[in-house]
């Protein structure tokens, strides 16, 4: 099985933001917590369906992820880039994304 985290984007403002221990929504992935087995995959699923039903998050989704040297990288191109941020430069405030973390 895949390891996988649970995110979703902010009702509020459209932050992509992920689920961590804590039952929080954080804004950081390397916060997310990391289902390794189906019933915590399971458990993720039905905590993300509970946050868009009650209006906290929209676009709900569980997301593939490898864990190397202890850091948490998505297996999809466009997970790298929620992670991270755009891949360039757009408007002040908004650093592009760091070239190794979305290389595929």
């Known amino acids: 099985m895949v390891d ?4 979703a984007n902010r009702l509020t403002d459209g932050v992509a933001v992920w689920l961590n221990a ?6 950081s992935l390397q ?7 189906a019933e915590a995959e ?7 369906k509970q946050a ?5 998050v929209v676009d709900v989704n569980l997301v593939d992820v490898r ?6 990288w998505p297996l999809r191109l466009r997970e790298r880039i929620r992670a991270e941020g ?3 430069e757009y408007a002040p405030g908004y650093a592009a994304a760091d070239p190794e973390f979305i290389a595929v």
Do not use: C, F, Q
Request: no cysteine.
């Open 4 to 7: 996988k985290v649970l995110t």
């Open 22 to 27: 804590n039952g929080e929504w954080a804004t």
């Open 31 to 37: 916060e997310a917590l990391v289902a390794r087995h």
């Open 42 to 48: 399971a458990s993720l699923e039905a905590i993300g």
């Open 52 to 56: 868009y039903a009650d209006n906290k």
């Open 67 to 72: 864990e190397t040297d202890g850091k948490l």
């Open 86 to 88: 755009p891949t360039m």
